[in-house]
T-cell receptor, first 114, second 116 residues
Framework: DQQVKQNSPSLSVQEGRISILNCDYT??????FLWYKKYPAEGPTFLIS?????DKNEDGRFTVFLNKSAKHLSLHIVPSQPGDSAVYFC?????????????FGKGTSLLVTP | KAGVTQTPRYLIKTRGQQVTLSCSPI?????VSWYQQTPGQGLQFLFE???????NKGNFPGRFSGRQFSNSRSEMNVSTLELGDSALYLC???????????????FGDGTRLSIL
């Protein structure tokens, strides 16, 4: 049962524009959400996270928004750069009670074109 | 600061064999988790260790096991290998994993296991 869903397998954006990656979850016990970026032949690299007590977290060009009532989060990348081309995974955790296990979406492949 | 190190990077085994994969976490990190990545199922949680104790286990058969040593290094073992075990096995570490302490997990580059 997929508790974290990324419904867009791929996204193409022009360099300099905004990239918006979306993620939905079903488990209301999730209280910590993360985004990872993955290049081929490498492990996922942590990008940014947000706790359920917040609705926005920003780190440089990356901003994550959390809408708990809709069980939805999104990652905004502004401005997008060609080096951002990678697969982006959304992940969610139920915290200590679930042993901090991360539940992952299946990823969105982002292509940033010059 | 060195990242999470996994060895070996690639491994080829045949059905019925067993395999042991190794993970050295980031220095000072005490929580180690293992994940399996396949094209069909994506990234799935296997188990998590903290202070040499397994705290949580995902929905995998008993053929998948692991352990953690006093220096926080971890190994996972898969016995009686099946074709479906072909996957990328990823290890991740985080500092403490204590209550009310949400901290990101940092991943190694994985071990690519192929079963013939």
């Amino acid at each position: 049962d997929q508790q974290v869903k990324q419904n867009s397998p791929s996204l193409s954006v022009q360099e300099g524009r905004i990239s918006i990656l979306n993620c939905d979850y079903t488990n209301s016990m999730f209280d910590y959400f993360l985004w990872y970026k993955k290049y081929p032949a490498e492990g996922p690299t942590f990008l940014i996270s947000i706790s359920s007590i917040k609705d926005k977290n920003e780190d440089g060009r990356f901003t994550v928004f959390l809408n708990k009532s809709a069980k939805h989060l999104s990652l905004h990348i502004v401005p997008s750069q060609p080096g951002d081309s990678a697969v982006y995974f959304c992940a969610a955790s139920g915290g200590f009670s679930s042993g901090y296990a991360l539940n992952f979406g299946k990823g969105t492949s982002l292509l940033v074109t010059p | 600061k060195a990242g999470v190190t996994q060895t070996p990077r690639y491994l080829i085994k045949t059905r019925g064999q067993q395999v042991t994969l190794s993970c050295s976490p980031i220095s000072g990190h005490r929580s180690v988790s293992w994940y399996q990545q396949t094209p069909g199922q994506g990234l799935q949680f296997l188990f998590e260790y903290f202070s040499e104790t397994q705290r949580n286990k995902g929905n995998f058969p008993g053929r998948f096991s692991g352990r953690q040593f006093s220096n926080s290094r971890s190994e996972m073992n898969v016995s009686t290998l099946e074709l479906g075990d072909s996957a990328l096995y990823l290890c991740a570490s985080s500092p403490s994993g204590s209550v009310n302490s949400n901290q990101p997990q940092h991943f190694g580059d994985g071990t690519r296991l192929s079963i013939l």
